[in-house]
């Protein structure tokens, strides 16, 4: 399999002790960044962290009982990079629809090697782009040999890239199917592959059985109210689901012949809603790093199926974060704030 894990030069960026450049929404929409180099930026984070160069604890979550938001508090250490980051995320009104919801997430980044911040940034951009360059590297480590047709489930934020990076890591996929209810995220995802890959176009499925019965690889993205559930006995032999949000039954995993996690600990926080009539979730066979590394085995049968389950890593956003923060330096975006003065 191609090795995408070569990390750009990393030159030095970190400011003054006096002032912290912030890096706004805008400022990171307008950086022109590859699908290969997040891919490779997102690989190489899992890399340092397998070779223990990297640290990656346990996130805080709060939520108050009546369930109406949810924050994390993510500290991480990206030590091919030598970068110290802190992430938070902050999403108001789980119990509304989705135009009446909230959400804010940022990331700070330290020079660990000087002492000195290095930036602060909106990190929507690094998530929506992190998380399908994640689910293209599990694809690309455990899909079956010969796989040529992808399902996409939702058209949300984490719906809308993920066909453009599955083609990245799987260039050999022929059919790209796409299930999907609001007119205005078919359109957006529809746009962004032709953005990416102009002679390529997506199937709209109605019949998500049939179409999940076809797939060789399956990207659940869809949100907490979707009525999709895949059921592991729609899947075809050697198949490979992948789990970001909703879309796939507890079945999926449960009944899965392997269950790769990028972070077990994780899973078992945040995938609750995958459980047993129980309340259990069963063990993973491996987690991704070491898979990724060769360490541990990923697909050991072609007609295997299996699931993985797809929750971000602190490393990751660290990594990618620094690369956003390079390229902003370059073109003197952002702005510095006398934040210790």
Request: charged share 20%; proline share 5%.
């Amino acid at each position: 399999m191609t090795d995408t894990s070569a990390a750009p030069a990393n030159p030095a960026i970190s400011g003054d002790d006096k002032h912290l450049r912030i890096l706004s929404t805008t400022d990171l929409a307008g950086i022109d960044i590859s699908l290969a180099d997040v891919v490779a930026t997102v690989e190489g984070a899992y890399r340092t962290l397998q070779a223990g160069q990297s640290d990656n604890p346990r996130k805080l979550t709060v939520k108050p009982q009546d369930g109406h938001s949810v924050s994390y508090a993510m500290l991480g250490r990206d030590g091919s990079r030598e970068v110290v980051a802190i992430k938070t995320s902050y999403k108001h009104g789980l119990d509304k629809g989705r135009e009446e919801q909230h959400y804010y997430t940022s990331l700070t980044l330290y020079d660990d090697v000087t002492g000195l911040p290095v930036a602060m940034m909106d990190c929507s951009r690094i998530g929506s782009l992190r998380t399908p360059a994640v689910s293209a590297l599990l694809a690309r480590e455990l899909a079956a040999p010969g796989a040529r047709t992808a399902l996409v489930i939702g058209t949300g934020t984490q719906g809308r890239l993920a066909l453009p990076f599955l083609l990245t890591t799987l260039p050999d996929l022929d059919r790209l199917l796409l299930s999907g209810t609001h007119p205005e995220g078919i359109a957006a995802v529809r746009e962004q592959l032709r953005t990416h890959f102009p002679d390529r176009d997506v199937e709209i499925v109605t019949d998500l059985r049939a179409a999940a019965a076809d797939a060789d690889v399956i990207v659940a993205t869809a949100g907490g109210h979707t009525p999709a559930a895949v059921e592991a006995s729609c899947l075809r032999p050697g198949a490979l689901s992948i789990l970001v949000g909703h879309g796939l039954a507890p079945s999926t995993l449960h009944e899965a012949d392997r269950v790769i996690a990028t972070s077990e600990a994780q899973m078992n926080v945040t995938g609750t809603d995958m459980a047993d009539a129980e309340g259990k979730l069963p063990a993973v066979d491996a987690e991704f790093p070491p898979v990724l590394a060769g360490v541990s085995a990923g697909r050991t049968g072609a007609e295997e199926r299996i699931f993985a389950y797809n929750s971000g890593l602190v490393v990751t956003d660290i990594a990618l974060g620094h690369r956003f923060a390079q390229l902003a330096l370059a073109q003197g975006l952002g702005t510095e704030v006398p934040l210790w003065q």
